[in-house]
């Protein structure tokens, strides 16, 4: 099965003549030990009753806004120390080779790092903006200034058990459930002085930067295939860009483990993998 699934993707790949955009969705990012929203240990599997924040919600009060730095602040570590995984190396060597001509991504972790030709559809947790001013930094620096505004929280270390734990849980956008955030800090915009910090990531209820949507259809259209790596492409901001390549005819293979909103769709070649064929083929 694997010798027959890497022939299917080799051919693929064989067609697209190097002209192949990736799109890759949180599977990747689980071997980097960055928990997916839908996996076994996601956080929509753990609480079916689980909502994400929405970015009126981050804006509507203070309260809000204290909650998620609390529980950024907390598990910023698994995203800070988060290390690319054999997906994310192996993309990069494709890349290389001139076997696959740039990657969308919908996470938010930043492991894509070292591809040339990248677009971060929903942005990346790496840099918080202010939404007065627009003035950005780095997400390492707020967390010092958390660090200093907070020396009597606790810190990951004190309290944090296994991820596997019901009472602490970590999520793909690197926060922490269950935690008691009444008396946390955080800071304003130090440029503006007033304006509110929200992590450069594209919240539920935010529409994504139009450049950013035209750029990820330009690269679909100047491709000969799409690859999904990763992603069961729930979110409609991915699944739009399959139904763009369906529109011209643009084939496109799917590896996932798990289903997607994409079985079933005319011209779909589906494979059940996510890491092993990329990493074989990139040899």
């Keep these: 099965m694997l010798k027959n699934n890497l022939n299917l993707l080799s051919k693929f790949l064989s067609k697209c003549e190097g002209e192949c955009v990736v799109l890759t969705g949180a599977g990747i990012s689980t071997y980097s030990g960055i928990p997916d929203y839908r996996g076994p240990k996601g956080v929509y599997t753990r609480d079916k009753n689980f909502k994400p924040i929405t970015y009126q919600i981050f804006m509507a009060n203070e309260e809000n806004r204290r909650r ?31 076997m696959i001509n740039g990657v969308v991504t919908q996470n938010v972790d930043g492991l894509h ?8 559809l929903h942005g990346t947790l790496h840099k918080v903006e202010c939404q007065n001013c627009k003035h950005k930094i780095e997400r390492s620096e707020l967390q010092n200034k958390l660090q200093l505004l907070n020396s009597d929280f606790k810190i990951n270390e004190d309290i944090l058990p296994d991820v596997a734990s019901s009472s602490t849980e970590k999520n ?19 440029n503006c002085s007033m304006g509110i910090l929200k992590p450069n990531v594209v919240f539920f209820g935010e529409n994504i930067p139009i450049n950013i949507v035209e750029k990820s259809y330009e690269m679909i259209r100047k491709s000969k295939g799409v690859l999904v790596i990763g992603s069961s ?18 084939p496109v ?31």
């Design 172 to 190: 793909p956008d690197g926060d922490v459930e269950n935690q008691n955030f009444e008396n946390f800090k955080y800071p304003n915009c130090e």
């Design 113 to 120: 790092g070292g591809i040339d030709q990248l677009t971060e």
């Design 68 to 98: 998620y730095w609390s529980r950024s602040y907390l598990g910023w570590n698994t995203i800070s120390n988060a290390k690319k995984s054999v997906v994310h190396k192996s993309l990069e060597l494709l890349e290389q080779k001139k």
């Design 233 to 250: 492409l729930t979110v409609y901001s991915s699944f739009r860009l399959i139904q763009y390549a369906q529109k011209l005819k643009i």
């Design 253 to 283: 293979c799917i590896l996932n483990l798990g289903e997607t909103r994409g079985d079933g769709l005319d011209g779909i070649l589906k494979i059940d993998d996510v890491g092993s064929l990329i990493s074989k083929l990139a040899r």
